[in-house]
């Protein structure tokens, strides 16, 4: 066989090798940062943010707002640190039987297993919020794995459960390489639509304040993110909780919104009878 003929059927090789490389590798996605927000509309309308985060979120399974048409309320709180009142938010929702989320720092299992166990036993659900609260647009691939490797593997010597699915990105900082990777380590991101000022604890204004904000933003499908080092926030609590179950509220677990997200993307690609 002449030489040129060897030298092509060897590039040939080489070729389908490196393009089968690239296909089986990770994907690389652009690292622009971005920081969450949404645009509140009022009169419970739900609100809505800008048009490429929800591409983002479509395209990697993220969430930020049930199904508009449908009166329930995902409750959930970032816990960076404890500041005395995690127990309170935790006993008023046992007496009033709601599911909440919990995202979680490495500083505060380490500081409070005794309320990683209760939030487990009581039924609410445990996210990451990573170990030390880091910018994800600004660390490596690795480094990401092990901020949110350290949290699960902590959560589970703790409680004894494996389970860890959802992810709320420090400050609400990300891009979407960071959602990407957190997808492939298993991760859903989980963002919110409702939220104010409420983690500043040298200026807390009384629970009219948290009440009154939580009452005036609330809305259906609505994902509500509060702060346990909240003053304000645990003694509202439980006035919230209940005059929004008499305006025909109801609480659901993340969970069930993954669950219910899943069977409408179902839905919207069965193919349709003829």
Known sequence: MKKWKIRLIIAAVFFMISTNSVQAGPVISSNTRYEWYFQKRGNEMPPTTDQRYLQLLKKYDGLFLGDPKRKDIYLTFDNGYENGFTDDVLDTLKSRKVPAA???????????????????????TVGNHTNHHPDMTTISEQRMEEELTAVKEKYTQITGKQEMHYLRPPRGVFSERSIAISKQLGYTHVFWSLAFVDWQVDRQQGWQYSYNHIMKQIHPGCILLLHTVSRDNAEALGKA???????GYTFKSLDDLASQSIQNEQVKESPKKP
């Not at 909780?241 to 305006?247: G, M, N, P, Y």
Request: glycine share 6%.
């Open 241 to 247: 909780i209940d005059d929004l179950k008499k305006r």
């Open 102 to 124: 919990f995202f979680v720092t490495g500083h505060f299992i380490n500081t409070h297993p005794d309320l990683i166990k209760r939030m487990a036993n009581e039924g609410h």
